[in-house]
């Protein structure tokens, strides 16, 4: 049954099933939700649209302040901006039968976050922007490429899926074929892509920009539902095709809370959630699309209803529903639940205990064509405490730069908290390994800031150091910059000359004349 039926028409419905068998279960047929769309319930009428937000005090890092605008580099509508036409929406949509949905993964130690953000959606994503399909290691994300970016070297670590995001931001996002997958090997854990190739592949594939709304009312999940169909944006002679959503379940003492439809309903024997929790730990899960016809009797009254008061608060709302269900993709493998996913009753979302499950985060991506590129060689025994900062002029004559850039990997992850939370004390390469790491630095936003200048010879900057009062040291072994045409393809290499490359208290600064002429 569509979201937003009138009482008058869901009292047409249960009249007409209490001429069904007395079980009290009976299935609501295509027919039936179509006979009520367009009807809107005037509680709906009161309601504020859908609209971005971010749940606090998680989904966007606060070291970029309160005014730090995650969609700024999208370029599809915001959240709130296009009306949802709920008459178009069709009764069940499932984006994980789709080709550029990868298979059902059983993740590794507490990566969940990165499964759902990388692995589940900018993998799928990707590969629509792409005109792919997810079938192949070359065409898949790891989750992992991120994940020990943020892991602090403990497989127990956890992770929220925009840590994944800000990664694909920031740095980009290497494929399969290139990165492998920590799954399978358990040493990997914590350590960091080493070789150039892999981090200029990623520089590629990026996120845009990524959004959370709040899903707690009816207005609310209609928004979510045109996206999952057609991202609420639906475009003539065309399939419809919707994203993905990003949510945070509460998985404590889920066998409570898990039930099963029973015989003589809409697809009996399935699994339905009906609450989060109602205690325990986040766990990162993919909602991959929805039907509104599942339902499941939460109060035990022998109905399975839409409008009245199930939770005693006095008034029918989203919290009441007990038909309409997300269809949500988990990172456990394909023998948890039915093939690895299970539904999620709507109500569900409205859980004043558990906040972060009320919210869903979605992305736009992007593909990047890096055009100048820092290849660096290096080492340091902490990478928490290692700095780095990269400054151009547009001038090859200056002794100054005029702008500065200082990558998020190379100084300790300032955008997920405290170093030592997410990058690890632990040496660069990754726990127990001192060896120089080749990484891959893309230049092209900081030489953009030239504007006109990009032209002729500019001078690059480069400074090397440990945090404050910290006892960590490292080396750069090797530097080069490296340029590409408008395509991606390699024009040029410029050795930059190393002569001592030992760096701790005492900064480590080089400098050189930087191309610019394309």
């Not at 039968?97 to 990388?118: D, E, M, N, V, W």
């Not at 910059?481 to 930059?496: C, M, N, P, Q, S």
Request: glycine letters at 10%; one cysteine or more; aromatic letters at 8%.
């Amino acid at each position: 049954m569509p979201l937003t039926t009138r009482p008058w028409i869901v009292a047409v419905l249960l009249g007409l099933l209490a001429l069904l068998p007395a079980s009290g279960h009976a299935e609501i047929t295509t027919e039936d939700v179509k006979a009520s769309e367009g009807y809107e319930a005037k509680a709906d009428q009161v309601e504020k649209p859908a609209h971005a937000a971010y749940p606090r005090p998680f989904s966007r890092p606060g070291s970029m302040g309160a005014d730090y605008d995650t969609w700024r580099d999208a370029k599809g509508p915001d959240i709130g901006e296009t009306a949802v036409d709920i008459k178009r929406l069709p009764s069940r949509v499932d984006n994980s039968t789709r080709p550029q949905f990868p298979p059902i993964y059983k993740q590794k130690g507490g990566a969940c976050g990165q499964f759902t953000s990388i692995a589940s959606i900018f993998t799928y994503e990707m590969n629509l922007l792409n005109g792919t399909e997810a079938s192949t290691e070359a065409t898949q994300f790891p989750a992992d490429f991120s994940w020990n970016m943020c892991n602090a070297a403990n497989s127990a670590q956890g992770s929220e899926a925009y840590h994944g995001w800000e990664t694909a931001k920031h740095i980009g996002i290497p494929t399969v074929k290139s990165y492998g997958r920590v799954e399978a090997d358990k040493d990997k854990i914590g350590t960091w892509a080493n070789g150039y190739p892999i981090w200029r592949e990623a520089m590629e594939y990026r996120v845009a920009g990524y959004r959370y709304t709040p899903t707690a009312t009816v207005t609310q999940i209609n928004e979510a539902r045109g996206w999952l169909f057609d991202r609420n944006q639906p475009k003539a002679g065309k399939e419809s095709i919707g994203g993905l959503l990003a949510l945070d379940g509460r998985m404590g003492e889920l066998k409570k809370v898990t039930r099963t439809i029973p015989e003589g309903d809409y697809l009996a024997g399935e699994d339905v959630w009906i609450h989060w929790g109602p205690t325990g730990y986040g766990h990162g899960i993919t909602c991959v699309g929805y039907d509104d016809q599942v339902g499941f009797d939460v109060n035990g009254d022998g109905k399975v209803t839409n409008d009245i008061d199930i939770n005693g608060d006095g008034k029918v709302t989203l919290a009441d529903r007990e038909r309409g269900a997300f269809i949500v993709v988990n990172s456990w493998g394909k023998t948890w639940s039915k093939d690895g996913k299970i539904y999620l009753l709507y109500s569900a979302m409205v859980d004043p205990t558990w906040q972060r499950g009320n919210y869903l985060g979605r992305i736009e991506v992007t593909r990047h064509i890096p055009r100048c590129t820092l290849k660096l060689k290096l080492a340091c025994n902490k990478r928490s405490d290692l700095r780095v900062t990269i400054g151009i002029a547009g001038d090859k004559d200056a002794t100054k730069p005029e702008h500065e850039l200082a990558p998020q990997a190379l100084n300790g992850w300032p955008l997920f908290g405290k170093p030592k939370n997410n990058v690890g004390e632990v040496p660069l390469a990754g726990p127990g390994d001192e060896s120089p790491l080749e990484v891959g630095i893309d230049l092209t936003p900081l030489l953009s800031k030239l504007g006109s200048k990009s032209a002729g010879d500019g001078r690059l900057f480069l400074s090397f150091s440990s945090a404050e009062k910290s006892d960590a040291t490292g080396m750069l072994h090797a530097c080069a910059i490296r340029h590409y045409d408008d395509k991606g393809t390699f024009i040029r290499e410029t050795l930059v000359n190393v002569e001592e490359g030992t760096f701790g208290k005492d900064t480590l600064t080089l400098t050189t004349v930087l191309p610019l002429k394309r």
